[in-house]
């Protein structure tokens, strides 16, 4: 199903002369030439912050892009704006965006990619990434939990590894109380771990581990319980 944000960005793309055809994409100036989704982001996403809109409504363009391209390089451009003379973009704008997606009950790797890569794995911007995606709402959402938020807090849980241990043990400590999210939190302490820039103390994420109520045999449990027993950081 079509969202009015991925409307206003076919419709935004046509202006550009670039539309959609069966499963590709063409553009006026080669319409003999079939473009991949990818290639569009490539070309086109950036253009966006050239456009005469206040930079809100740049944003809300530019997400509406990735909804309907569907790639990783869309966000790109919003990191590249955000960081560029015009930037920082609006808060709002930006962080709701990001958590509106990952509340969607659609595919969303695109956009936990780019939390895990390049907003979390930067120590100037991961604090606030995680407070603003999760951070902020963790207590709302395990006193009242529902789907949508659910969704969201399992989805950054997951992808949550680089994210300073100082930063996400309180998420984590407040996630922990709720048995629907410990497989996500399980995920976020084994990538905290084994991911290159992944950050935890052992004692205090082997105390939380032990609170999660998981299968006993859950892929990686008992290896994850040995390392953090011995006091390895990183595998």
């Known amino acids: 199903m079509e969202t009015q944000a991925m409307a206003a960005a076919r419709r935004w793309l046509a202006d550009q002369g670039v539309g959609q055809v069966g499963d590709g994409w063409v553009s006026a100036d080669a319409p003999d030439v079939l473009l991949t989704a990818g290639q569009v982001a490539h070309s086109w996403a950036g253009e966006v912050f050239a456009e005469e809109l206040d930079t809100a409504e740049q944003v809300r363009l530019a997400f509406g892009l990735l909804d309907l391209l569907d790639e990783y390089w869309v966000t790109c451009e919003l990191r590249f704006a955000d960081e560029s003379a015009k930037g920082p973009l609006p ?114 994420a082997l105390a939380l581990l032990d609170q999660l109520d998981l299968p006993a045999d859950t892929r990686h449990l008992a290896e994850l319980r040995h390392m953090l027993a011995a006091g390895h950081k990183h595998r």
């Open 91 to 204: 808060a709002d704008a930006l962080w709701g965006g990001y958590r509106e997606r990952l509340e969607a009950e659609r595919h969303v790797e695109a956009v936990t990619y780019s939390l895990w890569v390049d907003w979390f794995e930067d120590r100037d911007t991961a604090a606030t990434a995680f407070a603003e995606v999760l951070g902020n709402d963790i207590g709302r959402i395990v006193a009242e939990p529902s789907e949508a938020p659910l969704r969201r807090a399992r989805r950054v849980l997951a992808c949550s590894g680089p994210v300073a241990w100082p930063v996400k043990e309180p998420t984590y400590r407040c996630a922990v109380r709720l048995p629907a999210l410990h497989p996500a939190l399980f995920a976020g302490l084994l990538a905290s771990c084994h991911d290159i820039y992944g950050d935890l103390e052992p004692s205090a």
